[in-house]
């Protein structure tokens, strides 16, 4: 009975994709929309979403601003009871990040260009909260592309 079972939630989620999905999930892709309208407001102008670095590594958005490239990480909350967003950007998930950039790099062999991390916190809410940390964190010594 459990394989008939698993079959007819399959089918569920091929008919209805956004249903079977977390509410973590929902939130984060909420978030991301939020935080592109508002860099587009403010001048950036985006190049990807959702960049995914083989073996590993992410990029939220991929954008440009002014003259310089930037790799934009966003995180989102409905409130602030376990903190500020931006306190979600451990040293893993920076490495990650960094991960996603440099090989977004690689791809365009421009190494003269000059680029940055920023991090934008969303809150949710009646009114959604934004903030940009621009240059949020560097890339280490150790790095090169």
């Not at 008939?4 to 999905?21: K, M, T």
């Not at 960094?98 to 680029?115: C, E, N, S």
Request: contains cysteine; positive net charge; charged residues 30%.
């Amino acid at each position: 009975m459990a394989p008939v079972r698993f079959i007819a939630e399959a089918f569920r989620r091929l008919r209805n994709p956004g249903s079977s999905e977390a509410a973590h999930i929902r939130l984060g892709r909420e978030g991301e929309g939020i935080a592109a309208r508002h860099l587009r407001q403010i001048g950036y102008k985006i190049l990807r979403k959702n960049f995914r670095a083989p073996h590993g590594g992410e990029v939220d958005l991929v954008c440009r601003h002014g003259k310089e490239l930037v790799f934009v990480e966003v995180k989102t909350r409905s409130t602030e009871e376990f903190g500020r967003p931006f306190a979600a950007v451990d040293q893993k998930k920076r490495r990650l990040i960094i991960r996603g950039a440099m090989k977004w790099l690689r791809l365009l062999d421009m190494p003269d260009i000059t680029f940055r991390f920023d991090v934008v916190e969303v809150l949710t809410g009646p009114t959604p909260e934004v903030h940009v940390i621009e240059n949020a964190f560097q890339l280490p010594d150790s790095y090169s592309y």
